[in-house]
Each structure stands twice: as C-alpha cells, then as structure tokens.
C-alpha cells in the first residue's frame, strides 16, 4: 500500500522560504512511470498543482510558481522535497503531495493528508 506524509513546519514568516517533504512508503519515487506531485489549496479555492517531479527526476513547475518553487528529491530516503522562497499571505494554504502516473496526468492514484501552513509575522 503505497502512503504519502507531507512534513515541514506549520507556521513561515513573510518573505521566507518554505519547506516541505514528502516521504513515500510502498513505492519508490523512481518507480517508472509515476510523478510526484505538490498540490495546494487555498482557503476557499480550488485545488492548484504547484509542479512534479517524475521518476526520472525530471521537474515541472506551474506557471506561476516556476520562480519561487523549487522540486526535488531524496532517493536513498524515498522522499521529495518542496521548497518556495519569498513567501507571502497568499501562500496560505493546505499542501498536498501526491503520486500520478504517465497517461492518466493528475489524476492522483494516492495523496498525503495535507498540511496546513499559515503566513504570519
């Protein structure tokens, strides 16, 4: 049974960094054919894909977020990593990994339960 856990710390002040990890149980990240995901959703929004990280390691990011976000990967831990720099209220938000796979894109086979990180001074 494959199992996600999102783990970093709940509360970031403006203008840091935020860190995230995701540590995989019952699968490999370099499985083939799957990616690794960051998700998030903001209060009262939609779900929004912040980028993956695939079982190559190669690493795709949002639009909107390629600036500040920064994807990657442990493989001797089996776990991946989200890092987003400048940090504003707007990032507020519950964060989510999850793992699809080629073919079927976004259609997430397994999720972590989310963690919730609040932006204050």
């Known amino acids: 049974q494959v199992q996600l856990r999102e783990s970093g710390p709940g509360l970031v002040k403006p203008s840091q960094t935020l860190s995230l990890t995701c540590a995989v149980s019952?699968?490999?990240?370099?499985?083939?054919?799957?990616?690794w995901s960051w998700i998030r959703q903001l209060p009262g929004k939609a779900l929004e894909w912040i980028g993956d990280i695939n079982y190559n390691g190669d690493v795709y990011y949002s639009p909107s977020l390629r600036s500040r976000a920064s994807i990657s990967r442990d493989t001797t831990k089996n776990q991946f990593t989200l890092q987003l720099s400048s940090v504003t209220r707007d990032d507020a938000a519950v964060y989510y990994c999850?793992?699809?796979?080629?073919?079927?894109?976004?259609?997430?086979?397994?999720w972590g339960g989310g963690t919730q990180v609040t932006v204050t001074s």
């Open positions: 999850g793992r699809d796979r080629a073919g079927v894109r976004y259609t997430y086979e397994n």
């Open positions: 019952g699968d490999s990240v370099t499985t083939k054919y799957y990616y």
